[in-house]
């Protein structure tokens, strides 16, 4: 239900084999070891994230839910509850051109562990359901390295098409764009 500031308590959403629910404080663990795997950070960052980095990260994602409609949720594995990774939505006010703010921009996320199998095309499934229904945007966007072909995949399954390339944090990359209902 929306709050009077247009925020929301968080949805927790789940497919058949994820369950996908707001972040909390003990999640920093997983959180901040996954930032560290090298094959996860690959495209994002040019070294892992610091502990200090990575509690800043979690306490951002609680905090988009307070002051927005949206957010990211932390993906855990129906089977074992085991983390798997975040998913959602957020605008990370970034200094890039074009500008994205503004506009819903989801990302993905998985520990080294849960590649390949499917997990970030169910999540983001999930996570682009529940925007259609209870965002008022007329499109989301994604920003990805054109190097990291498996979320070029993904996007792409998803609806997301290239409508710019530009540079971030000093890295080519591709901005991509979905309308609402894909």
Not at 25 to 30: G, I, N, R, V, Y
Not at 75 to 90: P, R, S, W
Not at 141 to 159: M, Q
Not at 164 to 177: D, E, H, I, K
Request: charged content about 25%; proline content about 7%; some cysteine.
């Amino acid at each position: 239900m929306a709050r009077r500031d247009g925020s929301i308590d968080p949805p927790v959403l789940e497919t058949p084999r994820l369950r996908m629910r707001p972040h909390r404080a003990d999640d920093f663990e997983d959180l901040a070891a996954m930032w560290t795997e090298p094959a996860v950070i690959r495209y994002l960052a040019d070294q892992p994230s610091t502990r200090q980095d990575s509690w800043a990260r979690l306490l951002r994602y609680i905090g988009h839910w307070q002051a927005l409609p949206y957010g990211y949720w932390a993906v855990e594995d129906k089977a074992t509850g085991g983390f798997v990774g975040e998913v959602g939505l957020a605008d990370f006010r970034r200094d890039i051109e074009p500008p994205l703010d503004g506009v819903p921009e989801i990302g993905w996320i998985l520990r080294t562990a849960a590649h390949g199998r499917g997990l970030a095309s169910e999540a983001v499934t999930a996570a682009l359901a529940w925007a259609d229904a209870a965002l008022e945007s007329d499109r989301t966007v994604c920003l990805i390295d054109p190097g990291n072909t498996a979320s070029l995949r993904v996007a792409g399954k998803h609806g997301y098409r290239e409508y710019a390339r530009t540079t971030y944090n000093g890295g080519p990359t591709m901005l991509l764009a979905r309308p609402r209902g894909g």
